[in-house]
């Protein structure tokens, strides 16, 4: 059983891991790899407006989130969320459980839709799964991430409206 | 004759009632209309890797833009501009001038592509502009922008490569 529920200040020892893991591969998130704790800290935690884990019933961290708006001011409707999950996590759902979870939380927050602004177009499971769960590619960004072993890679602009 | 130039530091009393016109009005920006004087000055001096502004013969500003890397690290190869012309300037080919400037700007900062994130539907003099100049449509997000007028309205991602 996975329960999502906000980050406390206790969780970061083991949420950093995770996201050190993931930016340091350099192909799904746009992250310099080479951030440091600090950094990652301030990116994942502290610029967002909330941030989120997925945790095991012992205990263990599988997975994180974080929400903020899009843009300012009159762009501010719109959400942008990131989703991590732990490499020893992966294939469990997770990433979807996340992706539910922060469709709900973003309205309650008052949101009216969600953005993904770079979504690496060779990140081809995760695209399926944002299509899965209602995302819109909206737009394709040529060349636009620069993928560790593959060169300049297109990125996608994916979109959900979360009003009726 | 128009010159365009690095900002200084002296330029912004005459700056920032133009940027404040262009919020306040809040049809082409998402900036919050009610941004203050030192929040408007972060946004567009501060946070920017670098500011320009347009000057007539006599001193006068007409206008101002700003460039900086659209993402981080493996995204920072594509950038980000933002152009404002001041009311009294518009139609005489101040922003074409910008636009034009800051795309040698950005090749000789080493950008490959710049991108525009939140381009107004509704603004068609900047779209037509921008095609104009070689940006593409590549993207439409669906009212993303909250028009004081005119409710929520389309947003559109323009891009244009600057390599060949």
């Known amino acids: ?5 906000r980050f406390e200040t206790f969780d ?3 949420v950093w891991p995770i996201l050190h893991a993931t930016f340091e591969a350099g192909d799904t998130y746009a992250f310099e790899p ?3 704790e600090a950094e990652m800290r301030r990116a994942w935690i502290e610029l967002p407006a909330a941030t989120y884990v997925a945790c095991a019933d012992d205990g263990r961290i599988l997975g994180t989130y974080y929400i903020k708006p899009n843009q300012p001011g009159l762009g501010s409707h719109v959400c942008n969320c ?5 490499a020893d996590a992966q ?3 997770i990433a979807s459980a996340m992706c539910e979870h922060s469709q709900r939380e973003a309205r309650a927050l008052g949101f009216r839709a969600m953005q993904f602004n770079l979504v ?3 990140n081809t499971r995760a695209i399926r799964l944002w299509q899965r769960l209602g995302y819109a590619i909206v737009g394709t960004l040529p060349g636009a991430f620069r993928h560790p072993r593959l060169g300049y890679v297109d990125a996608l ?3 959900k409206s979360l009003v009726d």
């Open 1 to 5: 059983m996975t329960t999502i529920r």
């Open 12 to 14: 970061w020892p083991l």
């Open 34 to 36: 080479q951030s440091s």
């Open 82 to 86: 990131g989703y991590v999950v732990a």
């Open 91 to 93: 294939g469990q759902g």
């Open 120 to 122: 690496v177009s060779t």
């Open 157 to 159: 602009v994916m979109y």
